[in-house]
């Protein structure tokens, strides 16, 4: 099975397309910029603490991927046996994209921290596009859909959700979910990567079961309360109302009932990363 991989440029992006290298023959990388970087969102109406608070926060995830995802990210280079190409913002969504992966004789698509995929990609690889959405679809999806339940208070809701591709937002057939462990001391952070590293985890075994023809994809269903964030829903504020419910103890609170709220929520064929447990 010959693999194409569309992603972006950070870390953690290009930590994903080495572990999927390791087993996988991917013949082409996609790293899209994609022209957004919450860290740069206007803040002028917040206090010069408040806009301490946001500057550091950023900060902690650029060291936190480094913790995580630095000892295998190097982007890849061009050979023979794989085409890699730099999109620039605006340019995922060009017939020049669909042709590049036709030319490589790609099979199966998989997409992780790209803009929205659209036509004329959508049709050409319809069936064969898969997503690894950082959010537990169809309660989050969109944007920083590991952040909001956080904020929101309900980290039984991070994760991730391996799916394909449809017109809609993060709505296609989901193959697996994938939840990581979250303990006591947990930070936004070494949550958010915990993710990744349970999304990887999911979308491993996915593509084994594609490659044979064992993996059923189930429609997303209808569930109260499921949410819907763009990126214009978020205000760097949010990010200091975090860390405010962090320091009153959100993840120690959490930590004691986790075993219970996780059950309460419905889930395809959840793919669970334990404490110290990683994917490389």
């Known amino acids: 099975m010959h693999l194409g991989i569309l992603t972006s440029v950070e870390t953690r992006h290009r930590f994903f397309v080495n572990a999927i290298r390791k087993r996988w023959d991917v013949v082409a990388v996609g790293h899209e910029r994609t022209g957004y970087s919450p860290a740069v969102v206007s803040h002028d109406d917040l206090s010069e603490k408040e806009r301490g608070i946001v ?23 061009k050979d023979d046996a794989c085409r890699v190409e730099h999109i620039d913002v605006g340019g995922l969504n ?18 992780y921290g790209t803009n929205l995929i659209r036509e004329p990609l959508l049709s050409r690889f319809a069936g064969r596009m898969v997503n ?33 591709i449809d017109p809609g937002i993060d709505s296609g057939a989901i193959y697996r979910h994938a939840r990581p462990e979250i303990v006591a001391g947990d930070q936004p952070h ?5 993710a990744i590293l349970a999304g990887i985890g999911a979308i491993l ?13 189930v429609r997303q269903w209808v569930t109260p309360n499921s949410r819907l964030y763009l990126r214009k829903d978020f205000h ?7 860390h405010r419910k962090m320091e009153g103890g959100l993840i120690e609170r959490y930590a004691k009932e986790a075993a219970q709220r996780c059950a309460r929520v419905k889930l395809i064929r959840e793919f669970r990363l334990q404490e110290g447990q990683a994917q490389t």
């Open 132 to 164: 690894m959405h950082l959010g537990l679809s169809p309660y989050y999806r969109g944007t920083a859909t590991n952040f909001y339940p956080l904020l929101n208070e309900e980290p039984e809701h991070v994760g991730a959700t391996i799916h394909l």
């Open 94 to 111: 060009l017939a020049a994209t669909v042709q590049w992966l036709e030319e490589s004789n790609v099979d199966l698509v998989v997409v």
């Open 55 to 77: 500057r550091e926060h950023y900060e902690e995830r650029t060291r936190q991927e480094a913790i995580f995802f630095g000892h295998d990210s190097e982007f890849i280079s």
């Open 236 to 242: 760097p504020r949010q990010v200091v109302d975090l």
């Open 205 to 217: 075994l996915t593509l084994s079961e594609l490659e044979k023809k064992e993996a059923e994809p």
């Open 190 to 194: 070494t949550i958010g990567c915990k």
